[in-house]
């Protein structure tokens, strides 16, 4: 008779899980953005995020064909999986939060984060200007600190390759030509030593944030301010820039998502409602982050508004139809978003220039002015069915 060890199975799930990953290149007009993902043939249906897509390419370009849209603005994009869009973005955005469900995909966006601070930091030492920390790359771990003035450059800002959060060490070559710039670490989990604009605040001196990690400020003696990509390969400016997991539909994740990163102003969306199971919870999310964007505008009587740029590709009407369904039981309002006039598509490399098999389309998607708009969110309680999916089939 055969030792009960003789009938042990050894088996780990990341037997067949595909992570080979490899560093692409996009260039979008000149804005050239690199990260790294699977060239994989197929993926498993909840890896999709493992792969770039043709709508990511098309919302990248829809980044970089609207600027005034992301410049200075705090930008999430939801089911980000490679990232490819947000990280256009965040070549103009003042911040920018990469969220995902999976933590396959999460460790996978890490990692081209952690490859552009890497070049930020590289070309902000060659060019004398001052250097982000390598802690910022996520919002469990402390914020982005950034340069501090000659006078306050002792012990204020560790270098950037010293993996610090934020206090201790020497500011290093250049930062004495940087605005003193400083964070609140409390408000990213507490990790790391946040400074101090002087009054003992933990407030940004140069640019006003006191919620959170700043973008990078200057002097007039440097260009590289939020707003305008440098030229350059993958955001090489000092700007705040993370990796959070988000889960839709679920209140709990959506709150502790906004105390870390706070409310943003515009979001990013490709292709993230292809299965009709995950229309609910998705809009549900977006729901909660507009109408706390919402509110906070209307508290200071600011007439502006967030939005989402949903990039969409129907590939069932079943699920386009729930999905505006959804939507305006939501108080959601869907209008088409047309891509600006593209002088690159006459060259052969615009968006007209993807290649796709279906039809690529982007929307936007704001609070309407319905009494459905008004209400909060109608956050779902454990074993609830949505009635608009029970017979919807999957894409």
């Given at each position: 008779?055969?030792?009960?060890?003789?009938?042990?199975?050894?088996?780990?799930?990341?037997?067949?899980?595909?992570?080979?990953?490899?560093?692409?290149?996009?260039?979008?007009?000149?804005?050239?953005?690199?990260?790294?993902?699977?060239?994989?043939?197929?993926?498993?249906?909840?890896?999709?995020?493992q792969i770039v897509w043709p709508i990511s390419e098309?919302?990248?370009?829809?980044?970089?064909?609207?600027?005034?849209?992301?410049?200075?603005?705090?930008?999430?994009?939801?089911?980000?999986?490679c990232g490819l869009s947000g990280l256009v973005a965040?070549?103009?955005?003042?911040?920018?939060?990469?969220?995902?469900?999976?933590?396959?995909?999460?460790?996978?966006?890490?990692?081209?984060?952690?490859?552009?601070?890497?070049?930020?930091?590289?070309?902000?030492?060659?060019?004398?200007?001052?250097?982000?920390?390598?802690?910022?790359?996520?919002?469990?771990?402390?914020?982005?600190?950034?340069?501090?003035?000659?006078?306050?450059?002792?012990?204020?800002?560790?270098?950037?390759?010293?993996?610090?959060?934020?206090?201790?060490?020497?500011?290093?070559?250049?930062?004495?030509?940087?605005?003193?710039?400083?964070?609140?670490?409390?408000?990213?989990?507490?990790?790391?030593?946040?400074?101090?604009?002087?009054?003992?605040?933990?407030?940004?001196?140069?640019?006003?944030?006191?919620?959170?990690?700043?973008?990078?400020?200057?002097?007039?003696?440097?260009?590289?301010?939020?707003?305008?990509?440098?030229?350059?390969?993958?955001?090489?400016?000092?700007?705040?820039?993370?990796?959070?997991?988000?889960?839709?539909?679920?209140?709990?994740?959506?709150?502790?998502?906004?105390?870390?990163?706070?409310?943003?102003?515009?979001?990013?969306?490709?292709?993230?409602?292809?299965?009709?199971?995950?229309?609910?919870?998705?809009?549900?999310?977006?729901?909660?982050?507009?109408?706390?964007?919402?509110?906070?505008?209307?508290?200071?009587?600011?007439?502006?508004?967030?939005?989402?740029?949903?990039?969409?590709?129907?590939?069932?009407?079943?699920?386009?139809?729930?999905?505006?369904?959804?939507?305006?039981?939501?108080?959601?309002?869907?209008?088409?978003?047309?891509?600006?006039?593209?002088?690159?598509?006459?060259?052969?490399?615009?968006?007209?220039?993807?290649?796709?098999?279906?039809?690529?389309?982007?929307?936007?998607?704001?609070?309407?002015?319905?009494?459905?708009?008004?209400?909060?969110?109608?956050?779902?309680?454990?074993?609830?069915?949505?009635?608009?999916?029970?017979?919807?089939?999957?894409?």
């Amino acid at each position: 008779m055969a030792d009960d060890d003789d009938d042990e199975v050894f088996f780990t799930p990341d037997l067949f899980l595909q992570q080979d990953y490899v560093l692409q290149s996009f260039d979008f007009g000149g804005v050239v953005q690199d990260l790294y993902c699977s060239q994989a043939a197929s993926t498993d249906f909840d890896l999709t995020g493992q792969i770039v897509w043709p709508i990511s390419e098309y919302m990248a370009w829809l980044v970089r064909l609207s600027p005034a849209a992301f410049a200075g603005k705090r930008v999430v994009e939801l089911g980000a999986g490679c990232g490819l869009s947000g990280l256009v973005a965040s070549q103009y955005a003042a911040a920018t939060a990469l969220t995902d469900g999976s933590d396959v995909v999460l460790d996978l966006l890490r990692r081209s984060v952690a490859l552009q601070r890497e070049r930020a930091g590289s070309a902000a030492r060659s060019e004398g200007r001052c250097v982000c920390a390598t802690a910022c790359g996520d919002l469990s771990t402390g914020c982005c600190c950034t340069g501090a003035s000659a006078s306050a450059a002792a012990g204020v800002l560790g270098a950037a390759d010293d993996g610090g959060g934020g206090g201790g060490g020497s500011a290093g070559a250049g930062s004495s030509a940087c605005l003193q710039c400083v964070c609140k670490a409390e408000s990213h989990g507490g990790a790391g030593g946040g400074t101090s604009d002087g009054d003992g605040s933990g407030s940004c001196a140069a640019c006003g944030n006191g919620g959170g990690a700043c973008a990078c400020a200057t002097d007039d003696a440097n260009s590289g301010s939020v707003g305008s990509p440098q030229e350059g390969r993958g955001s090489e400016r000092c700007g705040e820039l993370h990796v959070a997991s988000l889960l839709w539909g679920d209140r709990r994740a959506l709150d502790e998502f906004l105390e870390a990163f706070g409310p943003p102003d515009v979001l990013l969306g490709a292709d993230v409602v292809c299965w009709p199971a995950f229309i609910t919870p998705f809009l549900l999310t977006v729901n909660g982050l507009l109408q706390t964007v919402k509110g906070l505008l209307q508290a200071s009587r600011d007439a502006r508004a967030a939005a989402l740029y949903l990039g969409y590709v129907c590939r069932a009407t079943s699920t386009t139809d729930a999905l505006m369904a959804r939507a305006a039981a939501l108080g959601l309002d869907i209008a088409p978003m047309p891509m600006p006039d593209n002088p690159y598509d006459a060259e052969g490399r615009g968006p007209a220039s993807i290649i796709a098999e279906l039809k690529l389309q982007a929307f936007r998607v704001t609070l309407g002015s319905s009494p459905a708009a008004l209400e909060p969110p109608p956050w779902p309680e454990p074993g609830d069915q949505d009635p608009l999916l029970t017979t919807a089939t999957p894409c």
